[in-house]
Each structure stands twice: as structure tokens, then as C-alpha cells.
């Protein structure tokens, strides 16, 4: 996948079709990673996304997918590393981030971390129920708006054991 890319850019092609390009192999190395969570070969999975964050060193999705792998893989540390870079990179990102690193610390550095994760559910579901309120399609957003919730239920749940 590296190799296409770099083809790419030594080619003809414009920057954008070159953004294009690494933007479908990173999508591409991020799908074979979630295959391999899936089966539990977190090994894999941690390449993949490594590999990945080669070609997008900044994304702040593929930070957090491998976060996850390497707190499964018993590596807490260095998971929160990761997703310290994560939140660096892409502070209003995904929340996930911020629960992780709510239940890597202690007192009130956790309460911060939950806090924020707290603040990106509540504009997430405000958003959500907007785009709701302004379109003719319902589709899955209800749903979308309970599991948002219920999340952030869990995350104020966390908090309230700190006080």
C-alpha cells in the first residue's frame, strides 16, 4: 500500500488526486485492521494501523482505533500515549479517546478527561438531533441520539464516583 502511494506522488497526478490516494489507503489499511480486531490477531492490527498513520501521521481515528488495540494488548502506557497524540491531533474528535484516558488516571486528571469526553457527547448529540429537527429523513438519528446518551449517562456515572 505504501509503495502505491509513493508511485503516486512521483507520478503525473495533481495533490489532490494524490490526498485521494492516501486518503483510500489509509481507509483501506484501517478496514484490513478492524478484520484482524475482529479475529483477535491484535498483532496484525497494530501493524496495519501503524502503517497507516505512516501515510496520515495526524489522524485522529486510526490514533484512537490503535490506542484501543494496544490497551487490549495489555500496554496501558503506551495506549495513553497514543491517545494523549490523539487528542494533540484531534481534540474534538471522537470521545472514546477521553474515556480511555478518564480510566488510565486517577482524581481529578480522570474527572478531566471524563469532563471532555462529557462536552464532545453533548454538541454530538445537539448536532445529530439538529440535522434531525432540519431534515425530512429520520433514518437511524433517533437511535443514534439514545446510544449518544446513553454514553454520556456512562461518562457522568464515571464522574459522580469522583465526588
Do not use: W
Not at 501503524?50 to 486510526?62: K, M, P, T
Amino acid at each position: 500500500v505504501f509503495l502505491c502511494v509513493c508511485v503516486c506522488f512521483r507520478g503525473n497526478m495533481s495533490s489532490g488526486d494524490a490526498a485521494l490516494a492516501v486518503r483510500k489507503a489509509v481507509e483501506m489499511l484501517q478496514e484490513r485492521a478492524f478484520q484482524a480486531t475482529q479475529k483477535l490477531h491484535y498483532e496484525e492490527a497494530e501493524r496495519l494501523f501503524r502503517e497507516a498513520l505512516e501515510l496520515d501521521a495526524n489522524n485522529g481515528e486510526v490514533l484512537d482505533s490503535l490506542g484501543q488495540v494496544v490497551l487490549e494488548m495489555g500496554r496501558p502506557e503506551d495506549a495513553f500515549e497514543i491517545f494523549e497524540r490523539s487528542a494533540h491531533v484531534d481534540p474534538k474528535g471522537s470521545f472514546v479517546k477521553y474515556l480511555n484516558m478518564g480510566q488510565l488516571t486517577e482524581g481529578m486528571e480522570s474527572i478531566g478527561f471524563y469532563n471532555q469526553a462529557c462536552e464532545i457527547l453533548q454538541r454530538k448529540i445537539a448536532t445529530v438531533s439538529e440535522d434531525i429537527a432540519n431534515s425530512s429523513f429520520q433514518g437511524s438519528g433517533a437511535s443514534r441520539i439514545e446510544e449518544m446518551q446513553d454514553q454520556l449517562a456512562s461518562c457522568l456515572v464515571a464522574i459522580s464516583r469522583f465526588t
